[in-house]
Nanobody, 115 residues
Framework: QVQLVESGGGLVQAGGSLRLSCAASGDIFRVNSMGWYRQPPGKQRELVAI???????NYADSVKGRFTISRDNAKNTVYLQMTSLKPEDTAVYYC?????????WGQGTQVTVSS
């Protein structure tokens, strides 16, 4: 069993920055990857960024150059640093953890970008 808790969401102005955190606990041995997904209002959930156990990162085209996914293995935490935020980034952001035989999701954190 894996538990994920996101934090750091909020309301920011366009062009601003925000950092999301995802703390993982439970059975987190041999995690394959962790990532961030988002679900804008009235739309489907979509991939934002992932980071593998080996440190490889991948981003959706819409956030490349603006968002950075990183991790702190000692804290079992993954971060999403978001800069140059746009109104279209408004969504509920979900943390995801992928390991053999299991996929876990956090509860989501709201990010709202004004203007």
């Amino acid at each position: 069993q894996v538990q994920l808790v996101e934090s750091g969401g909020g309301l920011v102005q366009a062009g601003g920055s925000l950092r999301l955190s995802c703390a993982a606990s439970g059975d987190i041995f041999r995690v394959n990857s962790m990532g961030w997904y988002r679900q804008p209002p009235g739309k489907q959930r979509e991939l934002v960024a992932i980071i593998t156990a080996g440190g490889t990162t991948n981003y959706a085209d819409s956030v490349k150059g603006r968002f950075t996914i990183s991790r702190d293995n000692a804290k079992n935490t993954v971060y999403l640093q978001m800069t140059s935020l746009k109104p279209e980034d408004t969504a509920v952001y979900y943390c995801n953890l992928n390991k053999f035989g299991s996929i876990a999701w956090g509860q989501g954190t709201q990010v709202t970008v004004s203007s």
